[in-house]
């Protein structure tokens, strides 16, 4: 019997391969041949299975929180880090605790925690811009609606519900840290605004355009003359564009923000 493919990056339970057709014989043949590995008892993993997700199995739990939601897709900070390792209380232990979520413990059923599950470990783990970040993001991505994140927070402090208010419209979240770090010095940021033919990520006041730039959208040359000609049509039209790269935003900011409130302070945001 074929290892399936359907158990999401190649790890495992005894109980999903059951499901799926498999019996006790040929799980045990299957490990016998160097088909499938044991991680842990009740747990196996195909040969070519994601390595973060079998390190998480090894380590008694499941992946989950910033690292599952990069497996389902979701645009992640790298302040997240790597190794988000759920254990359950009964594999919980002094040294090696894990991520959590609020509200009671959840049964490991699968070796990447599901979109909701992953959340709300998040919740924990992450700051205040962090949540909202990849809020924004699964809601871009569709992995996740509004009225789905509002009840994610149910079991948050007051504190953590509240920083759903702050999620909005954005396709990266690039666009979601400058609107959330330039809000929070009181400034007016509109986030996808339409002018003209043209669809920018965040416009403030009347006229300042600021494009966020990730390395994976703007590598191509063709990408670049496009994004320069957008650029001469919208100055043309008398608007002020500033560009800012994947660096400036997640290394360089203070230095990046100062700039950006010195053209604010000078009013150059407001039409002439």
Do not use: K
């Amino acid at each position: 019997m074929p290892v399936p493919q359907s158990i999401r990056s190649g790890v495992g339970s005894t109980a999903q391969l059951l499901r799926l057709g498999w019996t006790h014989h040929t799980i045990a043949a299957a490990v016998a041949e160097g088909v499938l590995t044991r991680l842990r008892p009740g747990w196996l993993a195909r040969a070519d299975a994601d390595a973060r997700v079998v390190a998480a199995v090894r380590a008694g739990g499941c992946l989950s929180c910033a690292d599952a939601l990069r497996v389902h897709g979701a645009w992640m900070p790298e302040s997240l880090g790597r190794g988000h390792v759920r254990r359950t209380r009964r594999t919980r232990t002094a040294r090696r605790t894990g991520c959590r979520h609020f509200g009671r413990d959840r049964p490991i059923t699968s070796a990447v925690d599901d979109v909701e599950t992953a959340f709300r470990c998040l919740l924990r783990c992450g700051t205040s811009e962090d949540v909202v970040v990849v809020a924004d993001s699964l809601l871009h991505l569709r992995l996740a609606t509004p009225d789905e994140l509002e009840s994610w927070v149910g079991d948050a402090p007051l504190r953590i519900r509240a920083v759903i208010s702050r999620v909005d419209v954005a396709e990266s979240g690039l666009e979601s840290m400058v609107r959330l770090r330039l809000r929070a010095r009181n400034v007016l940021v509109r986030t996808q605004v339409r002018i003209g033919d043209a669809r920018v990520d965040l416009l403030v006041g009347d006229r300042l355009v600021i494009e966020c730039d990730g390395a994976e959208h703007h590598a191509s040359w063709a990408a670049q003359s496009a994004d320069r000609a957008r650029d001469l049509r919208l100055t043309t039209l008398g608007y002020v564009v500033v560009r800012l790269t994947y660096r400036q935003i997640v290394d360089d900011w203070p230095a990046v923000e100062a700039e950006l409130l010195t053209l604010i302070r000078a009013e150059t945001h407001r039409a002439p």
